[in-house]
């Protein structure tokens, strides 16, 4: 079974990412779920943002770099959404990443390092009229084409994020889907 550092979104680490987590354990899968904001949720994305702004992008970065830095290497990096930043930074730079799960986020490669790190797999999941996603879709697209094995997935809709069954946003349907190819891509051999 795959040993998993979840990073959460910028509203926090909300009941919904407590439920994706859970599922992943029930299946057998060890996860980490670093709350970088301190016990703060948010109900919305500006408010979320307003607060990571006041806290400095750099410092809660940081912190989620030591989360991880408190757990053997090895690990699948995975976050969603402002969480994608600290989990693809430490899938490209942390030696030992097993692999990379990118949810409602893409960063370009080129911002953590001259390429995608070979033998760490990544899967990438966004919505196709997500304002947020469109931004990061190249980025989504390049590595996919120049990553042997990388994923994306692309589901209808345009809800941010939508895999958060504690927010509005939620879609059960969409997130029954990523979470059914989270599972199998936890279950492949590179991320164990």
Do not use: N
Not at 22 to 27: A, P, Q
Not at 68 to 95: K, N
Not at 149 to 164: R, S, W
């Amino acid at each position: 079974m795959a040993d998993v550092l979840l990073y959460h979104h910028i509203q926090g680490l909300t009941d919904g990412v407590h439920a994706f987590a859970d599922e992943l354990r029930r299946g057998g899968h060890t996860v980490h779920t670093p709350d970088l904001f301190d016990g703060r949720t948010f109900g919305s994305i500006d408010e979320g943002l307003a607060f990571v702004r006041d806290a400095g992008f750099d410092a809660v970065r940081e912190r989620g770099a030591a989360a991880a830095a408190e757990l053997d290497q090895g690990l699948v990096y995975a976050g969603f959404s402002f969480g994608v930043m600290i989990a693809q930074r430490l899938a490209q730079t942390r030696p030992g990443a097993r692999g990379a799960l990118l949810m409602s986020a893409c960063i370009p490669v080129e911002e953590f390092g001259d390429a995608w790190p070979d033998g760490v797999p990544v899967q990438v999941h966004g919505k196709e009229g997500d304002e947020f996603f469109d931004e990061d879709l190249p980025a989504a697209r390049e590595l996919v084409r120049t990553v042997a094995g990388a994923e994306l997935f692309v589901y209808p809709g345009d809800q941010h994020l939508f895999a958060d069954s504690s927010l509005d946003a939620y879609d059960p349907e969409a997130a029954a889907l990523l979470m059914e190819r989270v599972t199998a891509f936890l279950a492949s051999p590179a991320p164990r």
